[in-house]
């Protein structure tokens, strides 16, 4: 059991200390978080079951001393562990939703989140879309915040993980979403032979091999497969690319998250149009093509899937 600290009666006593204890043992953050105070937030509020929107006044309420063992606790594995407070707490957020992950699942972290949160638009229109698939979709957070924003739409999950698609049900279960919402094991498209989608999002592996070697030891809490694309981190890209035309309907969108190998991505395919979304809560790396576009570079997109 982890000693105590002296003094420490508050939310907001245990929140900053435990940003101070983050600090001082240099842990690394990008898991929903990007500083110690917001990271220590996400821990203490979860460990006794409350949401980040908590008022204010409310960060003066005491912890019962069963409380401030487990808070204690927690704090000193976030250090001495190096796991994401996320999966400390077994919650994260998305879009406004909480989605309940463990380690099977990337923790969210998305920009896409925005695009979601915006039904998709100015790119289609709302009212327009009837289908949306998740592909590679973790604890189902793209799908299941689609399927929330747009509740006229049905949503298909898909992932090749069978561990990840439990926790993509349960977080179905949770949001009360399943008469709309399929849970789907597929390798990407193998098992959608004739399904077709307004909408096609994907944040699939992208990390390549070099910089996979080099991330903080957060992140090595993750499942790799979820996180590791390649030498290139642009394996599971190019598969998406070259299929995605064949899935989406006429006037269809796709939408990929590609973090870091974005310039790898534009060095391969220059002739690609893609359009590189920005977004007002920071992020980068999600690019959108239309149908049309990817049928017209087609070419393109096989041959740098065969090289």
């Not at 093509?289 to 017209?296: C, D, G, H, P």
Request: proline fraction near 5%; include cysteine.
């Amino acid at each position: 059991m982890a000693e105590q600290p002296d003094g420490l009666i508050t939310i907001q006593d245990f929140v900053r200390w435990g940003a101070s204890r983050f600090n001082a043992a240099g842990v690394s953050f990008g898991h929903g978080t990007d500083n110690a105070i917001d990271e220590a937030a996400h821990l203490v509020l979860g460990a006794v079951s409350l949401g980040p929107g908590l008022p204010p006044n409310f960060r003066e309420c005491r912890l019962t001393p069963a409380e401030r063992v487990l808070v204690t606790e927690l704090i000193e594995r976030r250090v001495s562990d190096r796991i994401p407070a996320a999966y400390l707490t077994g919650r994260a957020w998305f879009a406004g939703l909480e989605f309940l992950v463990n380690r099977e699942v990337l923790i969210p972290r998305s920009p896409i989140a925005e695009l979601v949160e915006a039904g998709f638009e100015p790119w289609i229109d709302a009212e327009m879309i009837g289908r949306v698939l998740d592909l590679c979709s973790g604890c189902g957070c793209i799908g299941i915040a689609a399927a929330i924003y747009l509740p006229d739409a049905d949503v298909d999950l898909v992932d090749v993980s069978s561990g990840a698609l439990e926790v993509a049900r349960r977080n179905v279960e949770r949001h009360q979403v399943g008469d709309r919402v399929r849970v789907l094991a597929s390798d990407l498209f193998a098992s959608l032979s004739g399904d077709r989608y307004d909408v096609i999002v994907s944040n699939p592996p992208y990390v390549s091999r070099d910089a996979f070697d080099l991330l903080p030891q957060e992140y090595r809490k993750e499942p790799e497969v979820g996180l590791l694309g390649g030498d290139d981190g642009l394996d599971l890209v190019f598969r998406i690319l070259d299929a995605a035309a064949d899935h989406l309907t006429e006037e269809g969108i796709l939408v990929v998250e590609v973090g870091s190998s974005a310039v790898e991505l534009e060095r391969r395919l220059p002739a690609v149009p893609f359009t590189w979304l920005e977004f007002e809560r920071g992020g980068e790396g999600v690019f959108l093509l239309t149908r049309e576009q990817l049928e017209r570079h087609r070419s393109e997109l096989d041959e740098a899937l065969c090289r």
